[in-house]
């Protein structure tokens, strides 16, 4: 097991005019669960391939423990990649598969087979050993997969949005399972989603890219309760966080007729008497029309058991503005109907609106 450190590692595809990684500097702990998430495009597998050799590093370095791994081909990384497409020979069985990576290495038929069945118990693949992929489910494909990757006994795992190719519920259990497993075995992994229910789920830390460039780093908490810039606010939260301009009053800032109170340190750093707000779903308060705070027009309740979404518009500043707020799945206004929305002020975030970048969130105590 080893940490794993991006030195203002770039990279540059042939013919492109920009990084496709741009100075990324990361620093991952030693037996730490690392997601990289981010919209497609955003550089993440890019970071994951130039970590395990796969993609040229054109600037910058790459370390694994205290080795500089930046020129060292994949084979001498001592890491194991897990692929979005199971990567599995189908003329092999599941215990050839699993063993395959041994047997080129030279490791004795005796301690292969010892490793395979260690690896087998742990993942619940004893009854498949002597199966071919083709016989199994594409759950049973991942975990041979995983199950290849941890005989192998590496430094480092790599997992290059391994669950996207199962359905939503499979997806759900093997999350969970790989998150264990992970904790199990202790092995440092750096793991790349688009999802980030994901990589709220499984992450120590989450690295958030955007373009190339590293937004924020933290853990699942620190990037939900306080998201650096408006991209990490909208990005990080299912449904995602409501994102508009708003106006900035002496004391606040307004969410409809009603005004949040924000610092007066904060209101300072804002350039103009606008900025943006951000409140998610779950902050969000329920009232009659004739209330204070934003009124919305209801477009659809999705009901989900005990909670539901309303999904909504206003008008802000002549610009129709989609609104989304969770209420109670069993008692909820219908489609079609006007409420208020009012925000829980000590949920509230501010962002300024020209750079982006969060203010502060609002003052703590409820008004």
Known sequence: MASVTFDSATRVYPGGTRPAVDKLDLEIGDGEFLVLVGPSGCGKSTSLRMLAGLEEVNDGRILIGDRDVTDVPPKDRDIAMVFQNYALYPHMTVAENMGFALKIAGVSKDERAKRVLEAAKLLDLEPFLGRKPKALSGGQRQRVAMGRAIVREPQVFLMDEPLSNLDAKLRVQTRTQIASLQRRLGVTTVYVTHDQTEALTMGDRIAVLKDGIL???????????????????????????????????????????????????????????????????????????????LTVVVDLVEELGADGYLYGHSDIEGVRTDVVARVDGRVHPNAGETVTLAAVPHHVHVFDIETGARVTEAVTQAV
Do not use: W
């Not at 810039?229 to 939260?237: D, E, K, L, P, S």
């Not at 449904?239 to 969410?255: E, Q, R, S, W």
């Not at 904060?266 to 779903?281: C, D, E, F, M, N």
């Open 215 to 293: 937004q924020q780093v933290g853990t699942p908490r620190d990037l939900y309760e306080k998201p650096n810039n408006v991209f990490v606010a909208g990005f990080i939260g299912s449904p995602a966080m409501n994102l508009f301009p708003a106006d900035v009053t002496d004391g606040g800032i307004k969410f409809g007729t009603k005004v949040v109170p924000v610092e007066a340190s904060a209101l300072a750093k804002i350039s103009g008497r606008q900025a943006t707000i951000g409140v998610r779903p779950e902050d969000i308060t329920v009232g009659p029309s004739d209330g204070e705070g």
